[in-house]
Structure formats: structure tokens, C-alpha cells
């Protein structure tokens, strides 16, 4: 049986900072923890955070949750921060997303992120 993928900082990688942007503080906690021993994480619930981090910072990859305030029920915010994030950095992102449409992950895929984690 393969094992999964593990994410590790290293100097061959040179992953070192993420942005994991969710609004859920529940989901956003646990996955810190499971980040945090390797890697600096930054935080943020809201597009404005995540852009203020971003510009404060050297950020080497984003968590990106599509469905953040105002329209949480809908990709539309977490796909206008990805665009931002794709057009103003070399950051990689990862899409984390509980929206019931394949829609929100198949233009996060033509947009360049890197994984799509989904519930669908």
C-alpha cells in the first residue's frame, strides 16, 4: 500500500512559511497543529487578512478555503484570493474546499493550484 505524501520543511524544499486562510476556527486550529512543529503558519479568516499577511511576508505556500465571508456558502471570495495570490507571488496554493460543486475545483485546477481537498 503507497504511503501519503508527507510535507516537510527542508532545505531542498525550501517550504517554510504557509497561509492557511479559513474561516472555520475549528478546522483552522486543527491544521495548524498538524503544520506548526514545520513550518511557520500564519493565519488569517478573511481575504483581507490573508492579503495583509501575504504582503507582509514571504509566503511560501497558502491553504486556501474558496468558501470564506461574506459568501461562505459559495466559491466566489476564495477564488478572487486566488487569483490575487497566483497574480502577485510565486506562492503555491492548496485549496481546501467543502463546496458540494466540482465547478469551484475545476477552475482552482486551470488557475494552477496544486491540490484540491474537497468533500465533494
Known amino acids: 500500500m503507497p504511503k501519503a505524501a508527507v510535507l516537510k520543511s527542508t532545505e531542498e524544499t525550501h ?3 504557509i497561509l492557511l486562510v479559513e474561516d472555520d476556527i475549528a478546522l483552522r486550529k486543527q491544521i495548524r ?22 504582503k507582509e511576508n514571504d509566503i511560501d ?10 459568501f461562505e456558502n459559495t466559491p ?20 481546501l474546499t ?4 466540482e465547478e469551484a475545483a475545476v477552475e482552482s485546477i486551470k488557475k494552477a493550484a496544486l491540490i ?5
Open 15 to 17: 517550504i517554510r512559511n
Open 33 to 54: 497543529l498538524c503544520l506548526e512543529k514545520d513550518f511557520n503558519v500564519f493565519e488569517a479568516k478573511s481575504t483581507i487578512e490573508a492579503i495583509e499577511i501575504q
Open 61 to 70: 505556500i497558502v491553504i486556501l478555503d474558496l468558501g470564506l465571508p461574506p
Open 76 to 95: 466566489e471570495e476564495g477564488i478572487r484570493l486566488l487569483d490575487y495570490m497566483l497574480s502577485n507571488s510565486a506562492t503555491k496554493v492548496i485549496i
Open 98 to 101: 467543502g463546496q458540494k460543486t
Open 116 to 120: 484540491i481537498l474537497s468533500n465533494l
